[in-house]
């Protein structure tokens, strides 16, 4: 029976008051939504002889009874290490992917942070899908650094509320953590991914192919986010960077592989285990080292790519949980040697400024602040008890914390 029938509970005309209301029985909605994606690795994506960007994009394409299309963003950067690359994108979905045509040839923008710092990038993206209409069956394919999908996957989510993002990174970074998230963000308001949302993506297609043109900074800059999950969650892995540190210097790509795999397997089984994929709670797990990355790559205007400051973060937070007694010198000296054999930085100067006026915007310690807005709720940061094992907590002593940074600037003068 239909329940507005009933004549206990439907409205009479006429009937409505403030203590009808209140007397109403509260509705409990409740949604349950379940994504998944796949995240492919590959190499030689575009060849024409690899099917697996058209399996992932058309796996029915002989059931699909209207006309999607594509478009395709790529990161400046890539673009210039590939030239042939713009040319292979569009051949390759002429060949391989009639049934999702490209709308207009691969679309060229900025690559690195810049990308997120200028809203001209986001209003390009989002014009570019109005201009080719681009419905939520079509899709965007975003081939570049962290910075340049994190950008285009804000405009593609907030376009029609969400157009399909094919993610196909290109760093080390991007391939291991950045690329693999259900987040995407820009930059506003002085503060690093003030705006953005939580919107999965379609898919996400890896190609070592890519990484062979990354600087030494980029090559070296995304495994920071592999020795954070290992510290926080796998000794082993921990212990096999040690191990290969010659080889990843010497840019053996079977020996990146495997770090950027099994990075990748750690993040996204925290995204789907984790219990808070969509950061619900004041907790962020696998951001250890990130309040002060994130406050140090602006206080540096970008000069420390995130991957940099990623590692001087967990140096940092290694550094005050060796202080605190939570780990010993020992485990603490292993973290640094391996964060410096690499050739990742431990310190930078921007760490001194305003160090006694916390408050100050200049000073690296208002990024304790700022992390906790941007999560809301108390203050929780991760620290170790141990390689392999985190640890929260819902306070930092200011003293320590510089006194940390004082280690870490004696440490790094010694090495000049
Ligand atoms: N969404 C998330 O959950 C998440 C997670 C981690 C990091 N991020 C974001 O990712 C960004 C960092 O990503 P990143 O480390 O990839 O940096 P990036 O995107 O800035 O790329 C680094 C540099 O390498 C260039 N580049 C990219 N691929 C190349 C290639 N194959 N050959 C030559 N040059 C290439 C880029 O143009 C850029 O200049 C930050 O903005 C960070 O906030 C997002
Ligand atoms: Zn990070």
Not at 178 to 190: E, F, I, Q, R, T
Not at 294 to 320: C, N, Q, R
Not at 361 to 385: D, K, N, W
């Amino acid at each position: 029976m239909n329940s507005m029938n009933n004549k206990d509970t439907a409205p009479q005309a006429g009937e409505a008051s403030a203590t009808d209301a209140d007397a109403l029985p509260p509705i409990q909605q409740r949604i349950q939504v379940t994504f998944e994606y796949p995240v492919r690795f590959s190499r030689g994506i575009f060849s024409p002889e690899n099917a697996l960007l058209r399996e992932v994009m058309a796996p029915n394409d002989q059931e699909i009874a209207f006309s999607r299309k594509a478009i395709c963003f790529v990161d400046a950067n890539v673009a210039e290490a590939h030239p042939e690359l713009l040319d292979k994108v569009s051949d390759y979905f002429a060949a391989q992917l009639d049934a999702i045509p490209l709308a207009c040839p691969p679309i060229v923008l900025p690559g690195g942070e810049i990308v997120k710092q200028d809203p001209a990038h986001v209003d390009a993206v989002i014009n570019r899908i109005a201009e080719y209409r681009l419905c939520r069956k079509c899709y965007v394919v975003a081939i570049g650094g962290g910075a340049l999908i994190d950008m285009v996957g804000y405009a593609c989510a907030i376009a029609h509320r969400g157009i399909p993002l094919v993610r196909i990174p290109t760093t080390v970074l991007a391939q291991n953590d950045a690329a693999l998230s259900v987040k995407n963000a820009v930059n506003a308001y002085n503060a690093k991914n003030f705006l953005g949302t939580f919107t999965p993506p379609h898919s996400v297609i890896c190609d070592a192919d890519f990484l062979a043109t990354l600087n030494t900074r980029d090559w070296m800059g995304g495994v920071s986010e592999a020795i954070k999950v290992a510290l926080l969650q796998d000794a082993d892995f921990f212990r096999y960077m040690e191990e290969n540190v010659l080889a990843l210097r010497q840019r053996d790509l079977s020996a990146m592989q495997r770090v950027i795999y099994r990075c990748a397997q750690l993040h996204l089984d925290h995204i789907s285990k984790g219990g808070d994929p969509l950061e619900r709670g004041s907790s962020r797990p696998l951001d250890f080292g990130h309040w002060a990355a994130h406050k140090l790559e602006s206080l540096t205007h970008f000069k420390l790519h995130h991957g940099e400051a990623v590692a001087i973060g967990l140096a940092l937070d290694s550094t005050y949980s060796w202080q605190m007694g939570f780990i010993d010198a020992t485990q603490w000296e292993r973290i640094i040697n391996l964060l410096t054999e690499l050739g990742l930085p431990v310190f930078d100067p921007a760490m001194l400024s305003h160090l006694d006026t916390p408050d100050d915007p200049a000073s690296v310690l208002r990024g304790l602040h700022e992390f906790r807005e941007h999560l809301g709720g108390p203050l929780t940061i991760m620290l170790l008890r141990d390689i392999g094992h985190g640890h929260e907590v819902h306070e930092m002593d200011l003293t320590v914390v510089v006194r940390s940074i004082r280690i870490l600037e004696g440490f790094f003068k010694k090495k000049a």
